[in-house]
């Protein structure tokens, strides 16, 4: 553990910390943000109001646009000239949502990203491959800083050119990679056709992988390719950026750093708050960010929360699973479906290959076609019955998401391998 005192602190030493660090943070926002101000007056609250985390219902949400409609410089609560760093997201969807950070919020940062490193076992001696984005994107920098402070040795390759990946991997002894999962499938299939044996010649032991929902069969697949434990990052470029939850070596759910950021889950259609052990949206505040505060920040991620102890000693929260974005739910002819839930049935289904791509139009219903490769040794396997596997990947696709998508199977390699967050949805009904 990269901060045992804190790591190890029991539930009611957690609480206690939260509420003084809340009943801070609801002034601080409130004296030093218009935008918190005015919102507070609207809610007909002041911020003594707050006394605990049992009264954060009182408190109004922030959401995606409300960062939009500040941009560009936010809604800080520090003179510009005391920003020392801005990241934003890509905008590919809209406004950039721009956030800035103090020297203190980028020393918080750090300390969270060291934490999250360390969760899974990683430390002083590792050799860290970084694979994550260097730039506006949090990733590469997150990392970066992190790892740094931890004591283990950075090689800053950032994305791309994976023939040059592999060879620092293989020269270099690399035990720890850091990028997307799906960016650990391709490398696990570059890697053998650039004629690698991946486990015998590298010498991975971790992976760090954000960024994207995956499934657990995605997880067994790349531990299986590469030989390395995998480990889930959680993060928001909007918190921070990674290091808002993180794995342990048990992999049973993500260790959300509660000291930091005060989590709640809420029924996304109502606002409601839920009960620790219902599925929601889940909901952050950050305790001590000084350049933009977040309170009651919406994610629009689903997942549940555990707060029993897990075997590593740690009480904080765990996230059991983002199960995925509320934004990459599908509703295909009124029935809910995440992509994730589809490629639990394909990657378990061994005559498949790691690619694939969903397709949603409408005719006059909605329509979804699934299009997959084939394993290399599925594609040459002249004996392989295509009907019947068809057939086998939709009656179990059926049992877990209701309805009836039409499989194309394809030649492997067909489709376009992507260095960062993977293309699995082209839903055609948007264009
Ligand atoms: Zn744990």
């Known amino acids: 553990m990269f901060e045992p005192e804190i790591e190890k602190m029991k539930p009611e030493a957690i609480a206690k910390l939260q509420n003084e660090r809340l009943k801070k943070m609801m002034r601080y926002a409130y004296e030093n943000v218009p935008f918190y101000k005015k919102k507070f007056k609207e809610a007909n609250i002041e911020p003594d109001d707050i006394k605990s985390s049992e009264d954060m219902h009182k408190v109004p949400f922030t959401v995606k646009n409300d960062l939009r409609d500040h941009y560009p410089y936010g809604i800080l609560a520090v003179p510009r000239e005391d920003i020392v760093r801005f990241h934003s997201s890509s905008g590919t969807t809209g406004i950039p949502t721009v956030v800035g950070y103090t020297r203190k919020d980028l020393e918080t940062w750090s300390r969270l990203m060291a934490r999250t490193i360390a969760c899974p ?51 270099m002894k690399t035990t720890v990679i850091a990028c997307t999962p799906s960016y650990a499938l391709y490398l696990s299939e570059a890697a053998i056709d650039e004629g ?13 992988f954000g960024a994207e929902a995956w499934s657990e069969e995605a997880r067994k697949k790349i ?87 897990c075997e590593c000693g740690r009480y904080h929260t765990r996230i059991m699973r983002v199960s995925g974005r509320s934004d990459d739910m599908l509703i295909i002819g009124g029935v809910n479906v995440f992509p994730s839930q589809i490629e639990e049935v394909l990657f378990k289904t061994p005559e498949l290959g790691d690619q694939y791509q969903i397709y949603v139009d409408r005719k006059k219903l909605d329509r979804m076609t699934i299009k997959v490769e084939l394993s290399p040794e599925a594609w040459v396997d002249k004996d392989l019955d295509k009907g019947a596997l068809i057939k086998r990947i939709l009656d179990e696709l059926v049992s ?18 992507s260095v960062g967050k993977a293309v699995r949805v082209v839903d055609l009904r948007k264009s």
């Open 196 to 208: 690698y044996k991946p486990k015998e010649d590298f010498n991975l032991k971790y992976g760090l």
């Open 121 to 171: 076992g990683v430390k002083k001696g590792d050799i860290m491959q970084n694979i994550y984005g260097y730039g506006l994107f949090t990733g590469g920098l997150g990392f970066h800083y992190g790892a740094e402070l931890l004591g283990v040795s950075v090689i800053p390759t950032s994305t791309g050119n994976t023939k040059r990946q592999l060879k620092i991997m293989k020269d």
């Open 400 to 417: 877990v998401i209701v309805i009836k998508p039409k499989i194309e199977l394809l030649e492997p390699k067909t489709i376009e391998r």
């Open 223 to 309: 531990q299986d390719n590469l030989g390395l434990g995998a480990y889930d990052c959680y993060g928001l470029s909007e918190l921070y950026g990674p290091g808002v939850a993180m794995e342990c070596q048990h992999q049973n759910g993500l260790h959300i750093w509660t000291d930091e950021f005060l989590v709640e889950t809420i029924d996304p259609e109502t606002g409601e708050v839920l009960e620790p052990g219902k599925r929601g949206e889940l909901v952050f505040t950050m305790l001590t960010r000084e350049a933009m505060p977040l309170l009651r920040y919406r994610t629009r991620d689903l997942a549940t929360l555990s707060q029993e102890e």
